[in-house]
């Protein structure tokens, strides 16, 4: 099981400042990877596709995986450090979750495409959770779908580091100063 010490993943609740973090690692010029759920949900919006959670779940699911394995090995061009937005491990425990069928491929290219030890996690942070058009599910929901976020990357023998709740620009500190300090 080999790892990629320099691709690291920040995940956690929806509306917890995720994107926002990565919004602001990529505008001080370091790599990032957006999203895979996301970025297909909002291709699919544009173009008229069907492929789309409401629509069809399990190849939504299956895209979402295969998508996040191709942003794997293509941030392997990246300059290093790389910060993924979510990454494999919790694709496929929510499709558990879900209960939904995994191919035993996605499995193995999980366990082939380790990031680093250290997993960033937001939690769940009322006070700036917002609805949008992506975003349309209470913050008890978004609460709730934390742990079984998290889980799959503690199953795998990831550590967690939990993010703290202050401004963009002190998370931003606060995680380059843990990123450095792991380097050494």
């Given amino acids: 099981m080999a790892s ?6 920040i995940t956690g609740a929806s509306g917890a400042g995720k994107s926002t973090l990565l919004n602001a ?3 001080q010029g370091i790599s990032v990877v957006s999203e895979a759920a996301l970025s297909i949900v909002h291709e699919q919006e544009k173009v ?3 492929l789309l959670p409401r629509t069809n779940l399990q190849a939504f699911m299956n895209a979402v995986v295969e998508r996040n394995i ?3 090995d293509a941030a392997k061009s990246l300059s290093p450090p790389v910060f993924f937005d979510r990454g494999i491990p919790e694709c496929i425990g929510h499709m558990q979750l879900l209960g939904l069928d995994i191919d035993p491929a996605y499995i193995a290219e999980s366990n082939a495409r380790r990031y680093a030890n250290i997993v960033f996690v937001a939690e769940p942070w009322p006070e700036i959770y917002v609805c949008d058009q992506w975003r349309q599910a209470p913050f008890a929901r978004a609460a709730r ?6 889980a799959p990357y503690v199953q795998a023998g990831y550590t967690t580091c939990v993010l703290p709740k202050v401004s963009v620009e002190e998370r931003l500190a606060f995680i380059l100063d843990q990123v450095s300090t792991r380097g050494k």
């Fill in 145 to 150: 779908s934390f742990e079984p976020t998290v």
């Fill in 25 to 27: 690692l990529g505008e």
């Fill in 48 to 50: 008229g596709g069907t």
């Fill in 4 to 9: 990629c010490e320099k691709f690291y993943v």
């Fill in 70 to 72: 191709s942003a794997y």
